[in-house]
């Protein structure tokens, strides 16, 4: 079993910077093949953000990209969300995600705010 422990949310103002933490822990972490952002809004469905492969190829959400970069540590089972540029429409729950084999796993998720 993988637990996924987020850190790193928090309230920032438009056109600051946050970045947040993903540590992965338990059984069979080193076969997690891919891992994930995702957010959820109030009252929105739940939405890809960023997705990192083991070897490192990236996606992005449209409405990210050019201003959120996510990048991982293999030898840490960590994945990292760096998001500049951060606007109020990003306000929303991060979600981290992993994915090991045909399972998915996710963490508590933590809280980005940003006023305008």
């Known amino acids: 079993q993988v637990q996924l422990v987020e850190s790193g949310g928090g309230l920032v103002q438009a056109g600051e910077s946050l970045k947040l933490s993903c540590a992965a822990s338990?059984?069979?972490?080193?076969?997690?093949?891919?891992m994930g952002w995702y957010r959820q809004a109030p009252g929105k469905q739940r939405e890809l953000v960023a997705r990192?492969?083991?070897?490192?190829?990236?996606i992005y959400a449209e409405p990210v990209k050019g201003r959120f970069t996510i990048s991982r540590d293999n030898a840490k089972n960590t994945v990292y969300l760096q998001m500049s540029s951060l606007k109020p429409e990003d306000t929303a729950v991060y979600y981290c995600n992993a994915q090991k084999a045909w399972d998915g796993y996710w963490g508590q998720g933590t809280q980005v705010t940003v006023s305008s």
């Open positions: 338990g059984g069979g972490v080193f076969s997690i093949s891919d």
């Open positions: 990192i492969t083991r070897g490192g190829r990236t």
